[in-house]
């Protein structure tokens, strides 16, 4: 990746506030910085831990860590939006499942800087950020991969608890400074390590999506990914068209517990038909006519659940098409329904949501818009031709900051390559 005039600054910035935080280096630590993208996904939400289809690229909003490798196990990593470093020895990292009953509590999915003690061994753990850096050396540490401790400086313009995965970003950065930035991962190991970071370790129970994305995103495409299998297809955006993250700015109070109870409702979808079905093991096996023949098996809430599911994933599979020809209008219907569904039978948008969608369909050029992610706030995706994007930014601050009480955000995001190394100084 060739390194532009602000990527140069970034790296001063860090190098500099690696000596401030650590000391000079010395000879034999040079430093290392890898980078890690944040995502949007452009369609198939609730669908991932399903074994679905999804359809997000990794953006340009990313995270950086430049780090010194250090000999023994001790990681010590600071960050430049907390206070509180945190550090920890890798050895002693045990997931809190393991230490004695599955206490997990869900939280945040991306992850605020909270105040609290470094993840270490056995005792409880209060929440902080570098609980994301301490579960990624810990399941490398479980997956049986070389890690050493580094000292490291952390910088992220991806907007913390906004829906485009920092959290998922940060492990996925940890990852590569602790394996260094010369050992090569595939991007689908790298996924899977970075994911039961924040699964088993962090506590929070996400799909694979997010941390794939950072991954294996690729510049300039979208990724379908069959969550099942994890068989990729990049698929290009149509000529023209932008990809637009508008931030709702609103907070996201329900989200993890929500999550969670969405999760279980499509288990028990999966057990109850599964009666009809012998065999089946996720809702990704059922076709929509199937599903409506045995919808009186399930309670009304269950049942709209699997809808959304069904729906959405032969929306994604439509989504990646309707790109690749151009069809505009297609992607336009296929964002709207997708909202729809995320409305009214997942359940999982928020009025914040609904109103910043309403605002920018009625742009002339915002070809499609939708929420976007887990729900409960954050952000919505947008398409957009590209003269279009400055009447949308003028349309958020008027009229969705009137409507809400609330302060929207508008990025329009280059789509760019997944995660790695930047640069060795
Ligand atoms: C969060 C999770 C993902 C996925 C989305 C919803 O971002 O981390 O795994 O489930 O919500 O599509």
Redesign the pocket.
Known sequence: MPLTRPDRERIEMLVAALETEYGPATDSARVEIVRAPGRV?LI??????NEGF?LPAAIELDTWIAFRRREDGLVRVASRHSREPGSFWIDDLTAEHEAGGDTRQPRE?DGGAAAGAAATATVRRSSHWSDYVAGAAWSLREAALPVRGFDGVVDSTIPIGS?L?SS?ALEVASALALLGAGRVLAAPSLAALAQRA?VDYVG?N?????QFASAAGREGRALLLDCRSLDTRYVALPFGVRVVVCDTGARRELRSSV?NTRRAECARAVALLAERMPGLCSLRDLDAAWLARHRALLPDNVARRAEHVVSENARVVTTASALETGDLDELGRLFAESHVSLRDLYEVSSPALDTMVEVARAIPGVVAARMT???FGGCTVNLVLADAVPALKAAVSREYDRRTGLRGRVYPVAIVDGAGPLAMI
Do not use: W
Request: proline residues 0%; glycine residues 22%.
């Open positions: 996904n198939g939400d609730h669908t991932d831990y999804v999915n829906g995965s998922a924040e929070v996400c799909g694979i999506m997010d999550y992610g887990a729900g």
